[in-house]
C-alpha cells in the first residue's frame, strides 16, 4: 500500500469560486487524491485586467503555488486564466502537467444540427485569439457568436453563496446567445466559464427555446485523471482537501460553501 504522504495533491486553480464545477467532477474520478483548491478572489474578476499584468500575476501565483504544495498536477480551472497564461504557465514550469480550461468549441461544432452556435464567455475570453484560433480550427462549418458578459461571473459568485440574482439581469446577459437565421435557430451553448454551470438552471428557465448548455467541467476532469498516475490501494490522504483564496479572508457565506464542497479554509 503507497504511504499516504506518496500521494501529491492535486490544486485546482480559478479567479473565484466557479472552479467548483470542475472539482466536483475530478473527486469522483480521482476518488484516491487530496485537493487543494485555490481561488484568486483579490484578483477576481479576470476579464477587465490588462492580458500582460494579468499573465505576470498569474505567473507570480504559481510560482509560489507550486513551490508550497509541490502538486502532482495543476488543473486551470478558468477559460481566462488559461487561454491567455497556459503557454506561458508551461514554459516557466515544464516539469509541472497542466490541464486547462478553454471554451468547448470542437465538440459544440461536432453536436450542432442547426449550425448556430454561441459562446458564453467573459469579455476577457472572448477577445483572446486562442479562441478565435478555436474557432477556425474546430468550426469554420458553423454560425459561432461570441458573447462576452460583463457580469455574469459576479452573478454567480454571489447566487452561489446564496444571494438573489434578477431574472431580468440573467435574462439581460445570456440574450445575445439566441440567434435565429434562415429559419433555423441557436441550438448550443457553450458555458465558456467555470462559473457559469452554477447557473444553468435559471439559463435553462429564462431561455426563449430549449438550447444545449454545454458544460466542459466533466472532459476537464476526465483529462486531469488521464494525467494523474493511479497508484492502487492508495490511501485518501487527510492533511489536503483545503481551499486557498489569495485575499486571505473568504466571508463566512464563502467558507461554509467551501464546507460543503468537503474543503477546509486555509
Known sequence: MAATNDLKPVLMFDSGIGGLTVLREARVLMPERGFIYVADDAGFPYGGWKEAA????????????????????????????????????????????????????????????????????????????????????????????????????????????????????????????????DGTKTDIVVLACTHYPFMANIFRRLAPWPVDWLDPAEAIARQARRKVPLIEGAVHPDDYDFAVFTSGNPDFATSRLMQGFGLRTA
Open 54 to 181: 494579468l499573465t505576470e500575476r498569474i505567473l507570480t501565483l504559481f510560482e509560489k503555488l507550486i513551490a508550497d504544495y509541490s502538486p502532482e498536477i495543476c488543473v486551470i480551472a478558468c477559460n481566462t486564466a488559461f487561454t491567455l497564461a497556459g503557454a506561458a504557465l508551461r514554459e516557466k514550469f515544464p516539469a509541472m502537467t497542466f490541464v486547462g480550461t478553454v471554451p468547448a468549441i470542437k465538440p459544440a461544432a461536432e453536436r450542432t444540427r442547426s449550425g448556430l452556435v454561441s459562446v458564453l464567455a467573459t469579455p476577457g475570453t472572448v477577445k483572446r485569439a486562442y479562441t478565435r484560433d478555436l474557432i477556425q480550427s474546430f468550426a469554420t462549418q458553423c454560425h459561432v457568436r461570441l458573447v462576452g458578459s460583463e457580469n455574469l461571473a459576479r452573478m454567480a459568485e454571489a447566487y452561489i453563496r446564496g444571494e438573489t440574482v434578477v431574472d431580468d439581469a440573467v435574462l439581460a446577459e445570456i440574450a445575445p446567445c439566441f440567434v435565429e437565421k
